[in-house]
């Protein structure tokens, strides 16, 4: 690493971790305290299978943050060409020998680990194109070849997380896609434009749309339709918030999960028994949490010397609460269901390992927010 | 690069763009927070209910009957315990082996098995599965000392309902049995109480008085999972027992009626004549009701259904006969009552009577000689009252008939199975058969036979009026809410009012004109019981302490022909079905008199060989209870 900037080479260890982003540190660490407790719950009050797994990732993905914040942001912007087509392959690789679960095809095994490659897309695409705007004069933002360039970038990889079928991922990819484009200047009336032919293209968009997909939208619209069948996930996610109340049941009090009528309690349902056993008041004080991280993420690109930083850490932020709006839309019933985790507090390790390397590149922007990119 | 205006223009354009979203995100994320705030606090309510209505379902366990007392507080249908082995597959380690430990210990039947197989398939994992409703205790110990094998295997206690006086009370109480479809949904109160296992009355006053006795259910709360599976109880919440019923019958005698009924198909009736209150009402054979509680063997039932003598039928309420002889106190009490006759009217009997060509023979041969009312009522004579009723006429009669009750029925409202029988008269014969009515028809109406049909209780009842002195009353079996003592019936009525204790009101129900004719007929009937040649004499009791006066009746059940009054055959020579009814009407002590009966003998011979001394052995007792029922005035006030 040290080849890589010679520049900076009298910052020290010592210095780097002192210039860590403590704020930020302290904050991801208490989400993680509160998701092993969360996950100690859906246990039911016992250490069990998904309470020593996810306190086991933490205890591999938080170290590795650090170590990925160690970097300089200048070897994540080299690397990142390089990281989006690794990604990309392994997309590729799982869409024809992937491990199939539950009707898709998304993961592979890597030994100790069952890998989803689309979650990892997640940070690689924001990657790709900050390095990309990063790169790319002004006066070519507009440009029929870039715009060309940047959307095959965004739409490769989600035609394949489409394909495995995996909804959710995909639209958190494109979004988090999208938002690098807003952020580099492509020009507004080109969004007004894909916006609107995107809702006249609608119906028959839905048309293309698996059953089950369908099902979740006419689901969502109407949960009392099939209350014990496709609505039943939604009905008992909200009986489970609502009945929290203002101070919740109290922890391990959720009556909802414990006496399992929370369907995906330790996935994407994590924040309804959350909001059960810890109220509103928990609730927005979850919120709170996540804002300060988003705020930090912000606040660091805002001070990032280099575009490649800024890009990345405001887009960066800009998906983090894109997943937790998805999420918590979905679980409150203001969106139909797609699968899409809660960063950190969701069980899932692919999802957690992408999000602590976007906050380790994040750190390492911090740390390195006088570094000029050429 | 670094220094190009390019490259800081490109910072101002990400970071007015960051602006953008950044005031976007702060909207969306007040939105979610709004969202929250609608469901944890606006709807909390709403969702907490939904919340508990999910986790807290209620087991409704059976409620325990009232019980069902004498009037001596005597329980004739209460509530056992009974040991019950229920299996919950769940926790059932090895379903076949269990089956065959189990099929050993209790010698269940293959059928059995092959329903305990049936119900496993059906029902949920965690629910349980009733292998016996009713273990015997040793089996229940047998059972339990072999529990450590039998894994899911679960003894229960539980309560069942209770004839402890078995087949004594049957036509009273009737019984209880599981209900079927129809009877759950025509009742309101059991279609809210319904649990599986749970028995309603089927019969008598078990279904008469089923919203009384039917009690209500515990309920036991319990937090089950999404898959209905029970995780611990959070209440029980104890049931009521249904209201006790106290009945104005006494055990003593209704078992003792059965003793004197034994084998023989009857009836016997015995009323208070004051209150009415029913002493005994017991119809021969019975059945063991407890026998319908867990289900009667096909076997057993076929043996009550096939008897053949008629068990299943309630002989005192549904059991028509003619009444035989014992309707001449009516017959003469008419007569006094509109001057067709007197004290010294005679009749000369010569064995039968001419009438239009057509021979009436009385019961003696012979013939009585010249009778008068006393004397033709103590031999029975039947010339004397074929011409009394030609005198009477029979539309007369009917009158002063149903004023004693005679075709109506007598406790009506408590037994759907009541008949009320017939007292003919000429309109009834010209709108029901369109014949004229033939004055032939009169006089064997005034000797009990013809179309005239009653059932023990009516002539129960009647005896019970004429006893009292004349004076309409309300028979009742259920001791009710505004008892009448017996002091206040007798001074009341002497006094010429009756106290009705439903209006709580005096009415006039004299049922004479002249008290002296009831006297009359009193006096008959105790010469008929005490006098020699009179036709129950030899069942007569000569200590004035029961002394009691009565009447005869025997009732053919098919006409006698020429030949048969020629053989005169005796009893066992005749085929059963074609032998006499033989009747008893009878009330005591003659002075001061308090209770009157009315037996029957389906197919006994005569009423003074078969039926009256019955009514000797059982005057006895009934008196000699007068005293202890006369003490038990703590009447418990119960509402029906």
Known sequence: ?374 | MIKSNSGIRKTDVINRRMFIIGAAKVVVFAGIVARLFSLQINENKKYLTLSDKNRIREWKLPPTRGNIVDYFGNVIAGNLKVYQLHIIPEQVENFNYLLVRLKNLLNLSDKKIARINKLKAELKPWDSIIVSENLSWSQFVKINNYLYDLVGVKPVMTISRNYPFNDVYTHVLGYVSQPNEKEILNNQIIQERFVPGMKIGKLGLEKRLENHLIGTNAIQRYEVNAYGKRINQLEHQKGQQGSKIRLTVDTEIQKACRELLNEKAGSISVMDIYTGDIIAMYSSPSYDPNLFLFGISQDEWQLIRNNPLKPLINKTLSGLYSPGSTIKPIVALSALENNVIDTKFKVKCTGKMELYGQTFHCWKEKGHGWVSLKNAMKQSCDTYFYEVSRLLGVDRLNITAEKFGLGKKVLGEYFDNEKKGLFPNTKWKKNNLGRGWVLGETLITGIGQGYIQSTPLQLCMMTAQIANGGYAIKPKIIVDSNPISYEDAKQSMESGLLFDSNSDSLLDKKLFKNKKNIKIVQESMFASTNERFGTSYKSRIDDPKYQFAGKTGTAQVKKISKRERELDLELEQIPYKDRDHALYVAYGPYVNPRYALSIIIEHGGSGSKAAAPIAKKLFKLIIDRHELRNKQSNFERITI
């Not at chain 1, 900050?130 to 989600?158: D, G, M, Q, W």
């Open chain 1, 1 to 374: 690493m040290f080849q890589h900037d010679r520049l900076n080479s009298e910052i020290t260890l010592l210095q780097k971790i002192k210039n860590l982003d403590y704020t930020l540190l302290i904050s991801v660490t208490l989400l993680s305290v509160i998701s092993v407790l969360v996950m100690y719950s859906t246990d039911g009050g016992e250490i069990l299978f998904h309470t020593k797994n996810h306190f086991l990732k933490l205890a591999v993905f938080f170290p590795l943050m650090i170590f990925v914040a160690l970097f300089n942001i200048k070897f994540w912007h080299n690397f990142s060409y390089i990281i989006y087509f690794i990604v990309m392959l392994l997309l590729i690789y799982v869409s024809f020998f992937g491990i199939k679960a539950s009707g898709s095809q998304r993961w592979m095994d890597v030994y100790f680990f069952v890998l989803q490659p689309s979650e990892l897309m997640k940070i690689a695409i924001i990657m790709c194109l900050a390095k990309y705007y990063h790169r790319l004069k002004v006066e070519n933002v507009n440009s029929f070849t870039s715009i060309t360039i940047v959307l095959s970038v965004i739409i490769i990889p989600t035609i394949f997380v489409v394909s495995q079928p995996d909804l959710g991922t995909s639209i958190l990819i494109a979004l988090s896609g999208l938002i690098i484009l807003w952020l580099g200047g492509v020009k507004i009336k080109y969004f007004i434009y894909s916006f609107i032919t995107f809702l006249i293209s609608l119906p028959f968009i839905i048309s293309f749309l698996k059953p089950y997909q369908k099902l979740r939208i006419l689901t969502f619209l109407d949960p009392d339709r099939d209350p014990l069948g496709a609505g039943y996930q939604i009905i008992q996610s909200k009986i489970a918030i609502g009945s929290g109340g203002l101070d919740g049941k109290g922890f391990l009090k959720g009556t909802q999960s414990y006496l399992d009528f929370l369907p995906e309690k330790h996935t994407d349902f994590i924040f309804t028994l959350f909001s059960e056993e810890f109220g509103f008041v928990g609730s927005v004080g979850l919120l709170i949490l996540y804002s300060i991280i988003i705020f930090r993420i912000i606040r660091i690109g805002s001070i990032s010397r280099s575009n490649f930083a800024r890009l990345f850490c405001f887009g960066y932020a800009f998906a983090i609460f894109i997943y937790i709006v998805v999420n918590l839309s979905m679980v409150l019933g203001l969106l139909p269901i797609v699968g899409s985790p809660l960063p950190i507090m969701s069980y899932g390790g692919s999802s957690m390992l992408a999000t602590m390397i976007g906050f380790g590149i994040v750190l390492s922007a911090k740390i390195n927010h006088k570094q000029m990119i050429a």
